[in-house]
């Protein structure tokens, strides 16, 4: 079976966009790969989260194998897709965007499909900010008659911008529960420890003596808490993170790498050496213009996969 999943648009480069400790896009591919998708288009744009995709693929071989990056520079569909990454086009595959996550099965849609070309709809959660939203999978076949739109069984969500990503991520964090398909892999899955109170530390972070964490909270593998600092909640903190003494951070994402400097209290942001950005994905990243209060740690490597 073969996959392609898309870049529209309006989802902005979401596939690096941290859910719980990994990028949207490794929690997809996992998905995939559990169901026995063996071809994986990925598109990409000359983007950082396309650089994000690509350096995925280069390093994690259960990913790379027979899971190919195509980069655009603007839309085309995804038959043309499958043809640049130097396959030929199956009779049918499916195709979701880069922003859709969930408890389903994609298979499910070959066992509706007698031909025709299929347009699944995957429900929000009940507990989801917005209940009713709905995802898709799409089965593409050779029939050229309109997609036939159907309800799906599981759950899916859109994560378009950092703040959904954050909210899913700290549900989880948190001690939510994910359904999913019967018989399939959890959507999200932790790689940390749980200390309690939705409290999570990565292998190789460090939480010195006198800082406080509240959850949900994820502090990610080499990561440094000194003392002093209050974290949380709702907040992740990227692998390689240094937040330093007297820092106040709630409701934010700590990007990898990102040196927090002393006494910073910040909220509802996106964090990294560049500068701030609003959670919501609206507008651009604002300079700080002082590397005492926000630089780059060096010498790790970016991913911190």
């Known amino acids: 079976m073969l996959a392609v999943i898309r870049r529209k648009p309006q989802s902005r480069g979401c596939a690096a966009f941290s859910i719980a400790g990994r990028p949207l896009i490794f929690r997809q591919l996992q998905i995939l790969r559990h169901y026995g998708f063996e071809q994986i288009v990925v598109e990409t744009r000359d983007d950082g989260a396309g650089a994000v995709v690509e350096e995925l693929l280069v390093r994690h071989p259960v990913f790379s194998r027979e899971a190919r990056a195509v980069r655009t520079?603007?839309?085309i569909g995804p038959r043309a897709l499958i043809e640049a990454a130097g396959w030929s086009v199956p009779r049918t595959y499916v195709v979701f965007d880069?922003?859709?996550?969930?408890g389903a099965d994609p298979t499910w849609l070959y066992t509706l499909s007698e031909g025709d070309h299929i347009l699944g709809e995957l429900p929000a959660p009940p507990w989801w900010s917005a209940p009713d939203e709905l995802a898709e999978m799409e089965l593409v076949c050779g029939a050229t008659a309109p997609a036939v739109r159907t309800l799906l069984p599981g759950w899916g969500l859109r994560i378009d911008t950092p703040a959904a990503a954050l909210r899913l991520g700290c549900a989880v964090l948190a001690g939510l529960q994910l359904s999913a398909a019967k018989g399939g892999a959890a959507p999200v899955i932790l790689h940390a420890a749980?200390?309690?109170?939705?409290?999570?530390?990565?292998?190789?972070a460090r939480v010195e003596r006198g800082a406080t964490l509240v959850g949900p909270v994820l502090v990610g593998p080499d990561a440094v808490v000194c003392s002093g600092a209050r974290v949380g909640p709702h907040v992740e903190v990227g692998a390689g993170a240094i937040i330093e003494p007297d820092v106040e951070l709630h409701d934010a994402f700590v990007e990898p790498d990102t040196i927090v400097g002393e006494g910073l209290t910040l909220a509802y942001v996106v964090i990294s050496a560049r500068g701030l950005a609003a959670l919501s994905g609206a507008g651009e990243v604002v300079p700080l213009g002082d590397r005492l209060l926000l630089d780059a740690r060096t010498g790790r490597h970016p991913l911190g996969l």
Do not use: K, Q, Y
């Open 73 to 75: 520079t603007a839309e």
């Open 98 to 102: 880069e922003a859709t996550v969930g």
């Open 194 to 204: 749980d200390e309690g109170g939705g409290v999570w530390i990565a292998r190789g």
